[in-house]
Nanobody
């Protein structure tokens, strides 16, 4: 069974930067397009960033600037988050870009506040 585990979230001041990680396996990254999602409260998992040819970066001026990265050698997926805004606060998860998704990991909490 695929196991996803996110880490690196913390309190960040507005305008700050953060890189969060998700561990999986090299073989999974070679075979499955992955993505980052944000989950907050009772909302659905919102797509944040993918490695898709078109959406390699996401730009949302209300939340900050996000860049998807991955290492197929280590089986690690990263989300580089820059110029963070309070609206980016939430729990971040990695998973397959397409449905059906793998079992969701615990996520990692990112809080953007002074």
């Amino acid at each position: 069974q695929v196991k996803l585990e996110e880490s690196g979230g913390r309190l960040v001041p507005p305008g700050g930067s953060l890189r969060i990680s998700c561990t999986t396996t090299p073989n999974l990254l070679r075979t499955t397009p992955m993505a980052w999602f944000r989950h907050q409260g009772g909302e659905n998992y919102a797509l944040v960033a993918t490695k898709d040819a078109v959406f390699i970066n996401t730009l949302d001026s209300k939340k900050g600037r996000f860049t998807f990265m991955q290492s197929t050698e280590t089986g690690t997926v990263y989300l580089q988050m820059d110029d963070l805004k309070p609206a980016a606060t939430g729990r971040y998860h990695c998973n397959s870009h397409a449905s059906p998704h793998f079992p969701w990991g615990p996520g990692t909490q990112v809080t953007v506040a002074s």
